[in-house]
Structures are given as structure tokens and as C-alpha cells.
């Protein structure tokens, strides 16, 4: 056997369970649920909006005020457009402000789909406002919000 390898100690089994309890230890205490915040659904939104003004209106979201379990949530959201090659919807953007990601979906659209409209299922981690922005072909953002009770969360990170 090369000398190196005779040198090198191998460690116990209760040597490695040890390490592996102590790791796995020092993993639950540092654990946190991810959660986004007031703070970085606004940056969110920033980043989506720039500078420019949102304008409540033309936006309906529909989803219900009070859900059992958080998994699964039913979200559609519509927007009074025209539709037209000059005037169309470009994309609807959905913010939560307590998931761990704010930024839930975004939808782009052209002017031949017809109507602007998604439906999907989404994940809610707690009781918190829903806020989708719908951004227009002549570059104005237009918002509608919701306020969802969670009874059952979900989206939590936890070990």
C-alpha cells in the first residue's frame, strides 16, 4: 500500500454519524421558511414597471377570498382590451407578497390571441394580497389586487 494511504486515517462509523448528526443539526437550526416581503414584491413590481405609473382599472382577477389549502389555488385574471394590431395587451404579470418568489407568473401576448386571459392554479404560502399588472401595447400598466385567507399553507421551505 502507498505510503500515503497508510498514513491517512480512516474515520469511525461512529465518527462519520457524529459529523452527519451534527450537520444535519446545525441545517434545522439555521432553517427558515423563503419568504418574499412587502419589500421585495415592490422591487418586483419594479422590475417589471420601471418608473412608470400603475393605473388601477381593466383588470379583474378572480380568485377565491378564502381557501382551505394553500397547494392549489384557482387564479384567472382578465383584462378589458380591444385586442387590435394598435391597441393589444403585451403580458399580465401576478405578484404574491408573502410566497417565497413574488414574482408568481408572467403571460405575454400578442394581438392575435384573441382576448387576454390566463387561468392557472397557483400556491399560496399564507394569508397575503395577490396583485396582477397588465402591461398595454402604448406602455401603460394597469393593476387589479386581491387579498386571499389561507387556512392551510403551503410554499414553505422547511427541512
Request: proline share 7%.
Amino acid at each position: 500500500m502507498p505510503r500515503m494511504l497508510q498514513d491517512h486515517k480512516t474515520p469511525t462509523r461512529r465518527e462519520m454519524l457524529a459529523t452527519a448528526s451534527a450537520a444535519g443539526l446545525a441545517a434545522l437550526v439555521r432553517a427558515e421558511p423563503a419568504r418574499a416581503t412587502p419589500a421585495s414584491l415592490k422591487a418586483a413590481i419594479h422590475n417589471v414597471v420601471g418608473e412608470a405609473a400603475v393605473k388601477q382599472g381593466k383588470v379583474r382577477i378572480d380568485v377565491p377570498p378564502l381557501v382551505e389549502n394553500g397547494n392549489t389555488v384557482a387564479l384567472a385574471i382578465e383584462v378589458e382590451s380591444p385586442m387590435t394590431p394598435t391597441n393589444y395587451v403585451k403580458a399580465i404579470h401576478v405578484f404574491t407578497e408573502l410566497n417565497p418568489q413574488p414574482n408568481v407568473v408572467s403571460a405575454h401576448f400578442g394581438p392575435r390571441a384573441g382576448r387576454a386571459r390566463i387561468s392557472t392554479r397557483f400556491r399560496l404560502a399564507d394569508t397575503q394580497t395577490v396583485v396582477a399588472i397588465a402591461e398595454t401595447s402604448d406602455g401603460t400598466f394597469w393593476q387589479a389586487s386581491a387579498d386571499v385567507v389561507v387556512t392551510l399553507q403551503a410554499c414553505l421551505e422547511t427541512l
